[in-house]
T-cell receptor
């Protein structure tokens, strides 16, 4: 069936370095993707989104890249901080607005 | 704090018991979603409401699960005859279709269910 998944389950980076989290999706008809951050004991928190008619979108310290040719999403976090430590999920929007999440990547930031 | 609240935050129950969770969405949001999340996995969609109408239910939502949103505001999710496999975090999210094409979903903190 259709799914959204992540390449790497864990990522460890040094504080101040840039982080790149990857995601593969299988539904070529998907038109909207979102990245969420989930801290321990909390619900997912919206970070940034991108529509399928875009290749790149930038926010504050975060950039999402979309490569529709290979059905790949990435989240780039600039100057990673300890507060960025969390699990990151990409999600695809399905019918009715429901979200289809991947497995998640745990980002650990070393001081 | 996203403005979406869930109660209780934690629930421990014995197998076979019934449990009910409550979600209070952001007040002007007309869509409400329930998801289930097991350890190390992303949330999985269960069901959603637009106002008081339940518009879609996942195949994950067995006959033992029922959700309501009687007045189009808060919602309840009931699990009857709980099984150990029901142990998970149950997340609620709300959004407004009037907010634009992206309909960002705001998640509550979740209810963690442990079935012994």
């Amino acid at each position: 069936g259709e799914s959204v998944g992540l390449h790497l389950p864990t990522l460890s980076v040094q504080e101040g370095d840039n982080s790149i989290i990857n995601c593969a999706y299988s539904n070529s008809a998907s038109d909207y993707f979102i990245w969420y951050k989930q801290e321990s004991g909390k619900g997912p928190q919206f970070i940034i989104d991108i529509r399928s008619n875009m290749d790149k979108r930038q926010g504050q310290r975060v950039t999402v890249l979309l490569n529709k040719t290979v059905k790949h999403l990435s989240l780039q976090i600039a100057a990673t901080q300890p507060g960025d430590s969390a699990v990151y999920f990409c999600a695809e929007r399905g019918g009715g607005g429901k979200l289809i999440f991947g497995q998640g990547t745990e980002l650990s930031v070393k001081p | 704090d996203t403005g979406v609240s869930q109660d209780p935050r934690h629930k421990i129950t014995k197998r076979g018991q019934n449990v009910t969770f409550r979600c209070d969405p952001i007040s002007e949001h007309n869509r409400l979603y329930w998801y289930r999340q097991t350890l190390g996995q992303g949330p999985e969609f269960l069901t959603y409401f637009q106002n008081e109408a339940q518009l879609e239910k996942s195949r994950l939502l067995s006959d033992r699960f029922s959700a309501e949103r009687p007045k189009g505001s808060f919602s309840t999710l009931e699990i009857q005859r709980t099984e150990q496999g029901d142990s998970a975090m149950y997340l609620c999210a709300s959004s407004s279709v009037l907010a634009g094409p992206h309909n960002e979903q705001f998640f509550g903190p979740g209810t963690r269910l442990t079935v012994l």
